[in-house]
């Protein structure tokens, strides 16, 4: 969240419940699998508890991305939802700098839950954005988090997007961060990639998790994703990289037929990061809003 907040819009320019219930009926029914719930932060939503146990409703896998700070109260709502993944944003082990980028003091509450959440038996993935001159030193700390934890740390490219003062040189690369681990003389080898996944993966022998890198911007993925995002006012994002995005709510609001909007936007992905061709023109810009309006 930036440090000066994000303008309010009124919540009339966002999803209801039923409107929402509405859309992932119909997403499902054109044979969608895999519902992740993101954002922001999905857990604040005081409507939260009825979302999820809709979507299991559904008889799809859930996945949900969060910060981590409110996964305590939900423990037994996530069992009973079956939840299949639980990925857990933290970009720092150290306090200090945790509470810098969180801008919130609940550090030890995070690690706690992360804990807890590998205890109670789910499938926990750390998100770790990387940024030079910030968290690059951390690599090889998140990586030993794997030694005695049955957990997956994906190191994630840093993506430009509205109001995170993206640039190329912050960027630490596919390369660089196994570079980084191998002269930390811990051996890895490589792991099969998961179909349509985003991660590269590795795992260093005799250790109980494995770590990854989701190199949107140094080495895509872009030919197997199947992957797309309806925002919290109810757009549709085929690409986090698109600035284009196709108006699923003012349809449904009008009466209209969503099915051919949502396979327009399917039909419109691109080859490879929404047809953005190179990061490296110094008067490189990108007009994407910020991951905290886009939601998820």
Sequence with gaps: MPEEGIPLRDKKEFMSQEELFSIV???????IKKIRLTGGEPLIKKNFSEILRFIAEQHVDIHITTNGILLDRYWNELAAARISGLNISIDSLRKEKFNQITRRDYFERVLTNIHEAV??????KLNV????GFNEDEIVDFVQETKGLNISVRFIEFMPFDGNKWDRSKTIDYQEILTII????LAFSSLETEKNGTARKFKIEGYLGDFGIISSISNPFCDS?????????????????SNDEIDLL??????NEITPLISKAMGAKKAARAGLKSFDDENFEF??????AIGG
Excluded: P, Y
């Design 25 to 31: 009926r119909q997403f499902v029914s054109l044979g």
């Design 287 to 292: 007009d994407n809003r910020s991951m905290t």
């Design 250 to 255: 003012s349809a449904l609001r009008q009466g």
């Design 225 to 241: 994703c199947n992957r797309i995002r309806l925002t919290a006012d109810g757009k549709v994002k085929n690409c986090l990289f």
């Design 129 to 132: 954005v990387l940024m030079r």
């Design 182 to 185: 191998e002269d930390s003389h």
């Design 119 to 124: 205890d109670r038996g789910f499938n926990v």
